[in-house]
């Protein structure tokens, strides 16, 4: 039974085999759209896995996804508990890096254009889509191994950027050894992409500033230009995520589970450090695929506008990771599982930057290519009542499959035609099945995370130039 204890606020209350509640965070009208999904369904199922700890939370932009809803969190007892590559998702590490420069709008428009033509042509889009130059054997066990750190020896990155990467672009206890040759070979010529699907590389305004003195800090003011990257670890990811999913099924069945897709490991079993060592792995060659598009990026804006491009920040919204938090009065560490979820830590982290340390984390949740996108801050409350996570995007409303039966590419393209929006795009399906149309309102969702407290509004981004995967 679900019931509206708060506004904003929903308890899936605990029964039959749960061992927590769940709670979800959500308005009215984005409870509207959750019911309609097997989200519900899937935050009490996940609600029965051994050692979680608390309760199930639920975000504002949720919906269905594989075995964990998108937009589900989870915590488990480092004893009791276990790790789930359904809580993790099959796209490791796909996370949003936010770029700023020292250009302003009314300069961008006058070769956005020609820009956004020779963006598209430098780092490849689509499904499947890789580089002509392959990583060697070396290189790829490397990146796995070492993930940002990676791109900085071979020149890719600055010293700068890897601080303003979420652990600074390399997650301990990496191994590209429990990573499968069949996932390095689908990675061999996938770094520096962006990939099919929600993915995307966008140029956008900083359109208004809702928080002037966390904006600066930041390195934000109006009409800016900032660049907006969304991807992930691609196949060497998904690959991965398929392979620990069959090695758990075989090891521990599934005749026990709510669902065979929330197969897991315990925590403290072989098998289950072997998941978190290659999950590690696969995570860093997403923060090292994120930086090598930085490096591109970079290339072209000194090549177009002589503009310096910094990081403003890389953060993860797929991923398990072991935060300490205060339970019952007492501080414990916990894995964590976001999946479609961004973490949302307060002032005073020691995993935040030390530029951002006094403040909190920055958020980043992107809208849907003809809406806006945001950036958020991190808060003490977020700690205490969301396991320090918030929303990670607009979230899907209409499937892929609804949106190709029902959706016109005309449509989509007069649509962003209006609101001066130009496209670049590796396919038309693409286009139509990620419409703006087919997610719920970003504008609500960020309202939801704002009024509750799990992530405060800090600047409002605008779109002018997308390429979509």
Known sequence: ??????????????????????????????????????????????????????KMVVMSDAHQGYGFPIGGVAAFDLKQGVISPGGVGYDINCGVRLLSTNISKKEFMKKRKEFLSDLYKTIPSGVGEGNKQKLSDKDVDEILNKGSSWALENKYATQDDIEKTEDQ????????SKVSQKAKARGRNQLGTIGAGNHFLEMQEVERIFDKRTAEIFGLHEDQIVIMIHTGSRGLGHQTASDYIHKMEKEYGIANLPDRELTYAPLDSKLGKEYQSAMAAAANFAFANRQVITHKIRELMKKYFSAETKVIYDIAHNIAKFEEFEIHGKSQTLCVHRKGATRSFGPGRKEIPKEYRNIGCPIFIPGSMGTFSYVLVGTKKAEEMSFASTAHGAGRALSRSYASKNISIESVKKDLESK???????????????????????????????????????????PLAVVKG
Do not use: C
Not at 169 to 176: P, Y
Not at 420 to 439: F, M, W
């Open 420 to 462: 001066d929006i130009l496209l670049k795009a590796g396919s038309n399906k693409g286009i139509v099945e990620e419409a703006p149309q087919t997610y719920k309102d970003v504008n609500e969702v960020v309202r939801v995370s704002n009024e509750l407290g799990l992530g405060m509004m800090v600047a409002r981004l605008k």
């Open 169 to 176: 672009g390399k997650i301990i206890g990496a191994d590209a």
């Open 1 to 54: 039974m679900i019931k509206k204890i708060k506004e904003n606020i929903w308890e899936i209350e605990k029964e039959g085999k749960m061992k927590v509640p769940a709670i979800v965070f959500a308005s009215d009208v984005l409870m509207d759209k959750i019911r309609h999904d097997k989200t519900v369904e899937q935050a009490k199922n996940v609600s029965m896995l051994p050692g979680i700890v608390e």
